[in-house]
């Protein structure tokens, strides 16, 4: 199967995200994948296809339950509840989500 290349530069990858309203994103080889992170940190919002199925000792630093509140917007979408959340998330992504942050939650943990 050939790789079909739709972005010359990272930075236009980065700015698809950056432009969008949702990123999708799935389980495949495992449910976590450095794509969610990516579309996180664009400030983009991820639509989980079944997050609902993803257990619950896995993707714990996600904030699943806004994820999924953000996902069930495309159903009937509302602009200004879409931003209050994308805000909450992007908020938590980059308090909870950033290397930083996560070599402090382990340094602490351990």
């Not at 664009?42 to 630093?61: A, G, H, K």
């Not at 699943?64 to 879409?82: I, M, N, Q, V």
């Not at 980059?94 to 351990?110: D, F, G, H, I, R």
Request: proline content about 5%; aromatic content about 16%; hydrophobic content about 35%.
């Amino acid at each position: 199967m050939p790789v079909v290349v739709i972005f010359e530069k990272e930075e236009d990858y980065y700015a698809d995200y950056q432009k969008s309203f949702y990123g999708v994103t799935m389980k495949k080889a495992g449910w976590d994948a450095m794509r969610h992170y990516e579309i996180l940190a664009n400030r983009c919002m991820p639509y989980f296809v079944d997050l609902e199925s993803c257990p619950p000792q896995t993707l714990t630093n996600l904030p699943k339950e806004l994820l999924l509140e953000g996902r069930k917007l495309a159903e009937s979408f509302d602009t200004a509840r879409y931003f209050t959340i994308l805000d909450e998330v992007f908020e938590y992504t980059k308090n909870n989500l950033t290397t930083k942050q996560l070599a402090k939650y382990v340094l602490n943990y351990v």
